[in-house]
């Protein structure tokens, strides 16, 4: 790689990119103006398929235009809704990155059409069986990362673990950071570390194309990297049955305060997280950003975050 502007990586090489950035398939925030901006400034963007809603996903493809842009699936709901795959394909994806899962059952499928395979992984064994099954890349997920992970270890130590191991297996396959990365700094640490690239969703929850809310994105310029917790309160309340293990990092709040911990009722805190969702009341409703939290200071386009963190990398890595 070189480090002189722009940085250029395996990954940047492969997906035909300029900057080696990703936003992060946030499920119903990473909709195709998100994708389209960060794509357009020369990373990658990244639809997030979600838990798996047709309507939701034709839409977000179409307001993407011709940009070229990739798309994320949670593999355990994508396996309850097979046929979006095919629909997301149909779009000519640069890229589709599957997440908390086995890939196996649709890795040739991607792979036939022409799509680079990204598998997100938190652990050694995960990154060996993506591996297996063919990924054209790996992001490896620290714990600080927002929304779901199911393990314990951190950015710090996950990446370089996982470069080796790619390396020791006679394997060029691009690793991406994840967790905790908000900045250049994060960009050239991430780099350092051996990884070809990041991918960041909390710094682009807050960007003005998400569909994230002014208020949400209000709540994560006034958080910090202590604000944020480990829990599993938001899924019962919006009725998403995540396989053991996993739990999602979001901002404590009112809610996480008097459910985490304690005995659910899922019939009150079900009414209660809808109504605070249809009132933007954050008090109650999740606002999914991890410890990155305390480097985002206010809301940005997309296309500004990209070119910024890659300058700003680029500057660290060359000592200027």
Known sequence: ?????????????????????????????????????VSRAGGLGLIGGGYGDETWLRREFAVAGDATVGCG??????????ALLDLALSHRPAAVMLSFGDPAPFASAVKSAGAQLICQVQDLCQ?????????????????????????????????????????????????????????????????????AGVLCGSRFYAATEALSTGPAREMVAGADGDSSCRTDVFDVARGHDWPPGHTMNALRNAFTDRWDGAE??????VAQYRAAVADEDYRVAAVIVGQAAGLIHGSAPAGQIVTEMARDAAGLLSGR
């Not at 950071?177 to 780099?191: F, M, P, T, V, W």
């Open 1 to 37: 790689m070189t480090f002189s502007e722009p940085i250029t990586t395996g990954f940047t090489a492969l997906l035909g990119i300029t900057h080696p950035i990703v936003s992060a398939p946030m499920a119903g925030v990473a909709g195709g103006a998100l994708a389209a901006a």
């Open 73 to 82: 699936f949670i593999t355990w709901a994508l396996a309850e809704r097979p």
């Open 127 to 195: 990154a060996d069986r993506a591996l297996h099954v063919g990924a054209d890349v790996l992001v490896a997920q620290g714990s600080e990362a927002g929304g779901h992970g199911c393990g314990p270890r951190s950015t710090m130590t996950l990446v370089p673990e996982i470069a080796d191991l790619v390396g020791a297996a006679g394997l060029t396959t691009p690793v991406l950071a994840a967790g905790g990365i908000a900045d250049g700094r994060g960009l050239a640490a991430a780099l350092m570390l051996g990884a």
């Open 264 to 269: 659910p009722d899922p019939a009150q805190m």
